[in-house]
């Protein structure tokens, strides 16, 4: 499935009419108006050959999505489950179960303020958004809590360019150039962490201004970065 | 008949737009019409206290600050009129219980201020990535105590008009990358002061409408130059 040339689509843009029978899944950034679908939100239209149309804006706040890796902050702890704020119209819930290994009587040692990094399990509208700290075997996996390090925030548009394949040029720069490791949620939170210090600044200076560079312009700053790091 | 500045009784002053100023803000936009200029950022979706929430639809938030004072009734009602124009284009329906706050600072003020603001509040919204299904577009119009019609009227213009009018449309493109964008042939919102007769109302309203075509030019072409 190869990406078709993007065009930039603005709210209310017509996209396609919709076929008299048959099933259409719409994406996001699409809204069905009477007999045809048109653009929602502003940002690049791309479709795909098999028919997938959908629209990749910028923004700041994150829409959830079921399946998606966000990284939250704890805000409350309940009996039964943990508020997270993931920058989303709701403060999320995290079951204190929904990590592994985790039981009534063994429960997870959070306080208000860690960070987590979870999967969105739950994300109708009407609802809080729900988290779980576990793959979809029950496994640990990377989720849960973090330690150390530090978050920046970014668009969710740039946090899910550098969780894409192929990586960014700012990133595999930096990657080749510096040791550290990054937790990306796609909610637009960004966790580096990196056992010397001065990496975990500079990544963490340098990655969020790798949206707007070009590949040359970036691998140019990275390197001008760590030829003044020597 | 020339006005301040050597401008046709229709034309329009010096559009400028611009987006993403604010970093905390979720979006926002300054526009300026001439040298009227006036800020907007927009806040949401987001949780809010239990009494405002509609459980079935976003609730809008307009706050409108004015150049210089503490806000009024005046101010009053240009949040309500902002407010409608914007609940007639949001999908409110896609995010129950939210709220998405609109807050609009006038940072300088030299007549067409509510239109000023109603077009920074759009680029603000867009900008925001909410879910709309059309753009809009504001301008002035004003009748002069001799009759005639002008178009994007400065301060010293509207002090001196017999009426004044502002009037939103909304456009839409048929296909993504349209040449133009196409506008409603009726206004959304229409808000005028003082007295005129009919006629002069229409032909108002039909110079405000080749005006807001020329806006929403310029709004589409900004909006492509944000994203490319």
Redesign the interface.
Known sequence: MVAKPVRIAAPGDSVVDLPEKGEVRVGTGIHQEGNHLITCRPGLLCTTQSGKVWVAGRQKRYIPQVGDCVLGVITDKHSENYGVDINAPFVASLPVLGFEGATRRSRPNLQVGDLVYARVTAADRDVDPELVCTDASGKGAGFGALAGGQAFRCTTSFAAKLMSQPQPAILSALGKALQFELAVGLNGHVWVHSPKPTTTIIVTNTLPKGEFLSDAQAELVVKRIVSSMQ | MTRDGERSPRQLRNLVCERSLLHRA??SAKFFLGKTCVLACVY????TVTRKENAEQAVIEVNYRPMAGIAGTQERQQEHLIRRTIEGVV?VA?????CISVIIQVLEDNGSALACAVNAACTAL?D??V?????FASVCCCTTQDGELLVDPSSTEEQEAAAVLTLVY?????????AR?SISSAPMMSFSSGQCTPQQYLLAALAGREACQRLADFS?LS??KS??
């Open positions: 979720d979006g949401g979706p987001t949780s999908l896609l995010h129950p219980r939210a867009v925001a990535a879910p709309m299904h059309r753009l909304t456009s839409r493109r048929a296909e993504v990358e349209a964008p589409y909006l492509h994203f490319s």
